[in-house]
């Protein structure tokens, strides 16, 4: 049972905040107490009215069991209590079973009938107990296949037949109390080989015989053979499961702890249909067994609704806590799990979700580990929860002497000093790359040579040329290269001499052949 959600409550959390809470439903003293508490009314009911009940019951009588007779007597009375409040009119039966009997113990028997199903009184029921009787040391295996076989085989008797045993309520039940194991076969041949009585002189035309060792039906012909042994095609629970069946009886196991899981076994081989429950050593639970097997014949096998939680006896016996959780259990009230660490759950069996309370701020995701979380931040947050702004100029990642300015949520903006540029200032601006060398100048800056200052660039000029961005053509002309009273004509990186008359034009016109003798040719040049 879980707890009603509140309508606030977001459905993603639904799984850590309803099993945060453990209903206390039934904290009541007595079962019956508890089953209205749920809403039940008592009797029992089905859709078509009151549920009624034939419950026989088969009781273990080897030596064992001498001391459960005790318990089992003070109980009677608080038995019959419980089954007359929850169902109507229920009528009980009782029988025994010890083993087959021998030569040398001719007194023992597969199986008796003590009481036919009736409407008995707590008087009648202390009676039929009290007149049970353990007898000898046959305590493991017996025949308690054999008193199934035997109660299911004259529950379908004719009715005027003296061994009849009369299932007519809604719910048919035959109840095996033991503290042993069970033979595989009525004539404890080995399993999986029936072979009849190799005497029938007690038993009727019914096969019900004065000892209850009942007479199993075998097929006309084995299924195969194995060298000369038959091999046949039943098992005794294969004939005692159909038998069952035919006659409508649900069995239904009180055995003490060590034989449960044998039980349980027997169970699915009988259909699977009953249920098996766990009986004290000295049966002093046999009442609560009894009402605990009752309903979860009620739940398993007829589909009808029983309010589990008021189940009487100790339900940490089979360990309901998981994860390391402590049960405690109270008589007539659901078992309580302490859960330990970061479980939850009625049982423990969900691990708490850390991430219900929203724990992370500003957007960020949140993972649940084991008892903590860890919030996955948005850029731009930091912290446990994410509550802080990330200050992105903390971490200095402007360069090169640039100004860091935080301008919003995860971004910044570096103000970089010149000869600088990118995101952070760290790219090294290439002046040369807007060419402002002239006239074929070559140009250098920082990036290319270290000796030139950031934001700077250096031009080396071609001959003829001068300035910062060899921008100025140098003038010839003005050191007067020219002789003679020549004109001078300035040319990149060079001049020209304009001679006068009589003067040979060499570069500066500096010869005169008319005055002075000269032998040979004289070769012009306008360069120098």
């Known amino acids: 049972m879980l707890c009603q959600l509140p309508q606030s409550i977001p459905s993603l959390c ?7 809470c453990r209903p206390h439903a039934c904290q009541a003293t007595t079962i019956t107490d508890c089953i209205t ?39 009677v009375a608080n038995m019959h209590a419980l ?56 305590d493991s295996p ?6 199934l076989y035997a109660i299911s085989k004259r529950a379908q008797l004719p009715d005027n037949h003296p061994e009849k045993l009369h299932f007519n309520a809604f719910m048919k039940v035959a109840l095996l109390a033991t503290d042993a194991g069970w033979k595989d076969e009525m004539t404890a041949e080995p399993a999986g080989v029936l072979r009849t009585r190799e005497s029938t002189e007690s038993c009727d035309v019914h096969g019900i015989c004065e000892d209850g060792c009942d007479v199993f039906t075998i097929p006309p012909e084995p299924a195969a053979y ?37 039980y349980e076994s027997l169970n699915q081989q009988l259909g699977g249909n009953g249920f098996v429950t766990s009986l004290a050593s000295d049966s002093s639970n046999f009442d609560d067994t009894i009402v605990i097997g009752l309903g979860g014949i009620l739940e398993t096998t007829h589909n009808l609704s029983f309010p589990t939680e008021c189940l009487p006896g100790d339900e940490c016996i089979s360990h309901p806590c998981q994860n390391g959780g402590v049960c405690t259990d109270d008589a007539y009230s659901p078992h309580i799990c302490y859960c330990v660490g970061d479980y939850t759950g009625d049982d423990c069996q969900y691990e708490a979700d850390d991430c219900c309370s929203y724990p992370c701020d500003n957007g960020a995701d949140c993972s649940d580990l084991n008892n903590a979380y860890v919030c996955n931040c948005l850029a731009g947050y930091t912290g446990t929860n994410c509550a802080a702004q990330v200050e992105e100029c903390s971490s200095l990642p402007c360069l090169n002497g640039a100004v860091c300015e935080d301008v919003s949520i995860d971004a910044y903006r570096c103000r970089c000093l010149a000869g600088w540029w990118g995101d952070e200032c760290q790219e090294d601006v290439n002046e040369c790359l807007s060419v402002p060398c002239l006239n074929h100048a070559e140009c250098a800056d920082s990036s290319d040579d270290a000796t030139v200052a950031i934001d700077t660039f250096e031009c080396t000029c071609r001959g003829g040329f001068r300035g910062v961005t060899c921008a100025e053509d140098v003038d010839e002309c003005l050191s007067s290269p020219c002789l003679n009273s020549a004109n001078c004509f300035d040319r990149e990186d060079d001049f020209w001499c304009s001679c006068r008359y009589s003067f040979i034009p060499l570069p500066t016109c500096r010869l005169d052949p008319f005055t002075r003798p000269f032998r040979g040719f004289i070769q012009v040049s306008c360069t120098r």
């Open 14 to 20: 639904i799984m850590c905040t309803v099993l945060t």
């Open 37 to 75: 508490t749920h809403g039940y009314n008592l009797p029992l009911q089905t859709a078509d009215g009151d549920l009624d009940v034939d419950l026989f019951i088969l009781q273990d009588l080897s030596g064992s069991f001498r001391d459960d007779l005790i318990s089992l007597r003070a109980n």
């Open 83 to 138: 089954l007359s409040q929850i169902f109507r009119s229920p009528r009980i039966g009782f029988g025994g079973f010890i083993d087959k009997p021998t030569n040398s113990r001719p007194d023992i028997y597969c199986y008796d009938t003590f009481h036919d199903l009736a409407d008995m009184t707590a008087e009648q029921m202390t009676d039929a107990f009290n007149n049970m009787e353990a007898m000898g040391n046959y």
């Open 142 to 147: 017996e025949t308690s296949l054999s008193g």
């Open 226 to 262: 194995q060298g000369d042994e038959p091999i046949w095609a039943y098992t005794d629970t294969t004939i005692v499961r159909e038998s069952l069946q035919a006659a409508d009886i649900v069995p239904l196991f009180a055995a003490t702890t060590n034989q449960v899981s044998l």
